[in-house]
Nanobody
Framework: QVQLVESGGGFVQPGGSLRLSCAAS????????MGWYRQAPGKERELVAR???????TYVDSVKGRFTISRDVAKNTVALQMNSLNAEDTAVYYC??????????????WGQGTQVTVSS
């Protein structure tokens, strides 16, 4: 079994910063890509940023230049540094990862989500 646990969400004023972290644990052999998605009220879940094992990253256009995704391969963690936050960034943020287990089975996993609220 594999678990993804997020931390770092909260309330911040416009222009502020937050850092989200996600740690994967369990019967892990390796992790391919890791990423962050978000879902705002009444909207579909969308990809925010993703990073593969080589370090190559992808960002949704709305966060380019403001958010930075990073990962520690040895620790099975991924982080999302969010700067210059605005109200449109308010959402539940979910960690996501493609994990290969010790039994060499690969599956996609989700964290439980962490709320980010940007408001004055």
């Amino acid at each position: 079994q594999v678990q993804l646990v997020e931390s770092g969400g909260g309330f911040v004023q416009p222009g502020g910063s937050l850092r989200l972290s996600c740690a994967a644990s369990g019967s892990i052999f390796s992790i391919g890509s890791m990423g962050w998605y978000r879902q705002a009220p009444g909207k579909e879940r969308e990809l925010v940023a993703r990073i593969i094992s080589s370090g190559s990253t992808t960002y949704v256009d709305s966060v380019k230049g403001r958010f930075t995704i990073s990962r520690d391969v040895a620790k099975n963690t991924v982080a999302l540094q969010m700067n210059s936050l605005n109200a449109e960034d308010t959402a539940v943020y979910y960690c996501n990862a493609d994990v290969t287990s010790r039994w060499r089975l690969t599956a996609n996993y989700w964290g439980q989500g962490t709320q980010v609220t940007v408001s004055s």
